[in-house]
């Protein structure tokens, strides 16, 4: 029998929690066991395996930066919208070390609510393309462009990946000034 108040959604946050303490790479089941104070074999009763609760921490997560990204676009148009979707896209890495990573992780399409928040996550960054005028394919591509070099910034700078003598703050605010200078002159 489940120990009393312990259901799915109670052992995927806990994960989450110690996903961003411990990192995504070192959540393991017998970790979050421990953590609950179950015995392993306890968590299949609510997580059918690690993929599975991989599965369900990026389904989470999807649904937290989707949230945010679309309340950061929320009145903006242009660089000021696209500025503030990187800064939010960021701060939630910085905030959720280890729930981050898992936002990248293709939604399982038999789960629809992760399907629906990826979907919200990436149309807040089109919303903000079609005030550039992209749509399409080139908004396909600028979408990438844009979640390319904002991943990569972030991930970089988790790793402590940045060792030259310039503020890391403005190589950012460089770097999404150049994403808009990019969509601005888009060329298709």
């Given at each position: 029998m489940p120990r009393a108040g312990l259901t799915p959604q109670t052992v995927v946050r806990e994960a989450a929690r110690l996903a961003d303490e411990v990192g995504y790479d070192r959540l393991t089941l017998a970790a979050l066991a421990g953590r609950l104070g179950v015995a392993l074999p306890s968590l299949y009763k609510h997580v059918k395996g690690a993929d599975a609760l991989n599965q369900k921490l990026a389904a989470l997560a999807t649904g937290e930066i989707a949230a945010e990204l679309t309340s950061a676009a929320a009145g903006r148009a242009g660089g000021d919208a696209l500025r503030a979707v990187a800064n939010a896209y960021r701060e939630y890495a910085r905030r959720?070390?280890?729930?981050?990573p898992a936002?990248?992780?293709v939604p399982d399409p038999a789960d629809p609510d992760h399907v629906a928040d990826a979907e919200r996550a990436v149309g807040a960054i089109y919303a903000i393309l079609r005030g550039y005028g992209l749509s399409g394919d080139?908004?396909?591509?600028?979408t990438r462009m844009f979640r390319a070099a904002v991943h990569g910034f972030i991930t970089l700078e988790a790793a402590g990946g940045f060792g030259l003598p310039r503020d890391i703050d403005r190589s950012f605010d460089q770097m999404v000034a150049g994403l808009d200078t990019a969509c601005r002159d888009w060329r298709s």
């Open positions: 959720h070390p280890g729930r981050y936002t990248q992780r080139a908004a396909v591509d600028a």
